[in-house]
């Protein structure tokens, strides 16, 4: 291990201009600028943009759409993070965090605002009673594998992502760490899959939703481009369990909600869709 630096008594922030995430991160918090946020003409207002993240909850509200849920109809406006917005007054007032999702469901008096993508498909969850089981073993193993999401996923894209496929130099002590925990990652998730259908159980739930956006793009090499470098085909429950996710109308439609190019940049109804997946 290199020994060539050393950690000063007191670290001082110094803005480098020679990696892709230099514009936009900063050691402080709160808004940068000026901007309100637009508001449609649902009562479901999501502030998004397509990455995994984002993912799970376009894809939850599709498939509450796909269950006939008409209350679940929404506007989706896009937050490109990699231009700032996020740091606009208006998304901080609602994520004062300034990550994406945010959502606000102003079908309540007051509006409610709701960030944190587990937290949100909780609420959305509980919200319209979809998704999430309501008996107590069954919700808990769910909760248990949301949560688990929540705090597994920074290791593989703050991690493994970022050391792997950004990082301005590529340095084997935090890949090799970084890997090591993901394929332990990916390996619980096999061994889960092997005895259960869904990662939670017999039933389809948030839980697949929030994993499958983050490990099921990563076993096909949608993420990081690393499924060889991760030796993914051999977790063959994995593989099965994305495919049959995959295959859910709703997630297909959730996938191209806020997307930069390909997709829907904006989606404030269903029929904004058909164009797209006639070309899909």
Known sequence: MSTSYVPPKVWQWQPKEDNKFASINRPTAGARFERELPVGQHPLQLY????????????????????????????????????????????????????IPALVDRGVSPAIPVFESGAILLYLAEKFGAFIPGAPKARA????????????????GGGFGHFYAYANEKQQYPIDRFTM?????????DQQLAQHEYVAGSDYSIADMA??????????????????????????????????????????????????????RERHAASDFDAILKKA
């Open 181 to 189: 925990e993901v394929k332990r990652q990916l390996d619980l998730l």
């Open 211 to 264: 994993i499958w956006p983050w490990y099921g793009a990563l076993v096909v090499g949608e993420a990081y481009n690393a499924a060889e470098f991760l030796g993914a085909a051999s977790y063959q429950n994995v593989l099965r369990w994305q495919k049959q996710v995959a295959a859910r109308p709703g997630v297909q439609r959730g996938r191209l909600v806020n997307r930069r190019n390909g997709g829907l």
């Open 48 to 99: 998004s943009l397509a990455t995994p993240n984002g993912q799970k909850v376009t894809i939850l509200l599709e498939e509450l759409l796909q269950k006939g849920i008409a209350g679940a109809e929404y506007d989706a406006w896009l937050i490109d993070i990699g231009e700032g917005d996020q740091f606009g007054s208006g998304f901080v007032a609602v994520n004062p965090n300034s990550k």
């Open 141 to 156: 193993a769910c909760l248990s594998w949301l949560f688990w999401q929540m705090g597994a996923t920074p290791y593989l």
